[in-house]
Nanobody, 121 residues
Framework: QVQLVESGGGLVQAGGSLRLSCAAS??????LGWFRQAPGKEREFVAV????????FYADSVKGRFTISRDNAKNTLYLQMNSLKPEDTAIYYC????????????????WGQGTQVTVSS
């Protein structure tokens, strides 16, 4: 059974940091990504990474503040989030796909259940 399980979300003050993790089981993924969805909004791309980690892409809104990484030996994806802002508040999802990284949520076949990130002002 393929599973993606996120952890590390929580409540943090603006300017603070959080590190999200996503443990994959049941298979490995060529590309992994983080997406988020705020109340009343569409799910949006945050960051994606290739198998080797040599290719990463970030949404403009998080560039310079967030860092995506992966540990293939542990089959785990990470998202280091620094300088958090209230507008980063959302449910964060990890997703996996075969093939090259893509930024569209519809390009991903497997999803975790999400972890809530709340940034207070």
């Amino acid at each position: 059974q393929v599973q993606l399980v996120e952890s590390g979300g929580g409540l943090v003050q603006a300017g603070g940091s959080l590190r999200l993790s996503c443990a994959a089981s049941g298979r490995t993924f060529s590309s992994l990504g983080w997406f988020r969805q705020a109340p009343g909004k569409e799910r949006e791309f945050v960051a994606v990474i290739s198998w080797s980690g040599s290719s990463t892409f970030y949404a403009d809104s998080v560039k310079g503040r967030f860092t995506i990484s992966r540990d293939n030996a542990k089959n785990t994806l990470y998202l280091q989030m620094n300088s958090l802002k209230p507008e980063d508040t959302a449910i964060y999802y990890c997703a996996g796909r075969s093939g090259a990284p893509r930024v569209g949520p519809h390009d991903y076949d497997y999803w975790g259940q999400g972890t809530q990130v709340t940034v207070s002002s």
